[in-house]
């Protein structure tokens, strides 16, 4: 069994940063690609970045240049640097990973953007 766990999520004024974290546990033998998406209220789910297991990565255009992805392929983990958040940045962040056994999603993290 796969568990994803998803943290770092909150309240933040505009212009603020936040670091999303998510760790995965369970019997995984390969690890391929790992993304974050993101739901606002009353809106679908939207890809915010994505980074394959050799680091290629590619952004929504509306974080481009203000989110950063990363991942520690020993851990298990991918990351999510945000900066510069703005109000529309606000929803629910998942995390996203493909594995040779399947794909799996976080639990959601709240990410919260205030004026």
């Known amino acids: 069994q796969v568990q994803l766990v998803a943290s770092g999520g909150g309240l933040v004024q505009a212009g603020g940063s936040l670091r999303l974290s998510c760790a995965a546990s369970g019997s995984i033998f390969v690890i391929g690609a790992m993304a974050w998406y993101r739901q606002a209220p009353g809106e679908q789910r939207e890809m915010v970045a994505v980074?394959?297991?050799?680091?290629?990565?590619n952004y929504s255009d509306t974080v481009k240049g203000r989110f950063t992805i990363s991942r520690d392929n020993a851990k298990g983990t991918v990351y999510l640097q945000m900066n510069r958040l703005k109000i529309e940045d606000t929803g629910v962040y998942y995390c996203?990973?493909?594995?040779?056994?399947?794909?799996?999603w976080g639990q959601g993290t709240q990410v919260t953007v205030s004026s």
């Open positions: 980074i394959s297991r050799t680091g290629r990565i």
């Open positions: 996203y990973m493909r594995t040779g056994g399947g794909d799996y």
